[in-house]
């Protein structure tokens, strides 16, 4: 199975911050790899596809990029409502493992 | 608007069984592959299954192979996954979800939507 490692696995942030989270495979899977918020109580949402295509709604600050191994999820500008989990998930190979999830919380 | 909704979720002891549906709309429900996810309380998102458009493919999780069987009925817009020989690590929020596409494994794939999910608990 290929593993997915996020990091960090928590986050403390402010309001208009910028966030990275990293997300490194165990073995390459091209640019298949897609991105989900999920707030406490919900269902994860898709924001980002093969790596880099952002979902229709989804604001343009979000943006995904990486290919191989290596790949980023960054927020431009932190705003109240992206305090969430995020979770990196492959389609190279099945089974379809995610990351084990990273928290975004108010500093 | 594309909808999942999930239902059947229920307290088990260890070694029952359950049925999990989800009611799909909005879409040409056999145009697409579904998924099952699923999540243990406070902890991630464990892919369970999938089922191509026609019905004709599944796959399984190599922890519930054996135990569950996916199917959908494409004329009552329906996804279902029948739950056997339950075990306490099986308690979880279970989430149906759209794939990309009609084929179950593409490489090119994602889950979009999801349903609000359903809990399923194993306990005596």
């Known amino acids: 199975d290929i593993q997915m490692t996020q990091s960090p696995s928590s986050l403390s942030a402010s309001v208009g911050d910028r966030v990275t989270i990293t997300c490194r495979a165990s073995?390459?899977?091209?640019?298949?790899l897609n991105w989900y918020q999920q707030k406490p109580g919900k269902a994860p949402k898709l924001l980002i596809s093969?790596?880099?295509s952002l979902q229709s709604g989804v604001p343009q600050r979000f943006s995904g990029s990486g290919s191989g191994t290596d790949f980023t999820l960054t927020i431009s500008s932190l705003q109240p409502e992206d305090f969430a989990t995020y979770y990196c998930q492959q389609t190279y190979s099945t089974p379809r493992t995610f990351g084990q999830g990273t928290k975004v919380e108010i500093k | 608007e594309v909808q999942l909704l999930e239902s059947g979720g229920d307290l088990v002891q260890p070694g029952g069984s359950l049925r999990l549906s989800c009611a799909a709309s909005?879409?040409?429900?056999?145009?697409?592959?579904m998924s099952w996810v699923r999540q243990a309380p406070g902890k991630g998102l464990e892919w369970v299954s999938v089922?191509?458009?026609?019905?004709?493919?599944?796959y399984y999780a190599d922890s519930v192979r054996g135990r569950f069987t996916i199917s959908r009925d494409n004329s009552r817009n329906t996804l279902y996954l029948q739950m056997n020989s339950l075990r306490a690590e099986d308690t979880a929020v279970y989430y149906c979800?759209?794939?990309?596409?009609?084929?179950?494994?593409?490489?090119?794939?994602?889950?979009?939507?999801w349903g609000q999910g359903t809990l399923v608990t194993v306990s005596s």
């Open positions: 909005g879409f040409t429900f056999s145009s697409y592959a």
């Open positions: 093969a790596a880099s």
């Open positions: 089922i191509s458009g026609s019905g004709g493919s599944t």
């Open positions: 073995q390459s899977i091209s640019s298949y």
């Open positions: 979800a759209k794939d990309a596409s009609n084929a179950p494994l593409p490489m090119l794939d994602w889950f979009d939507p």
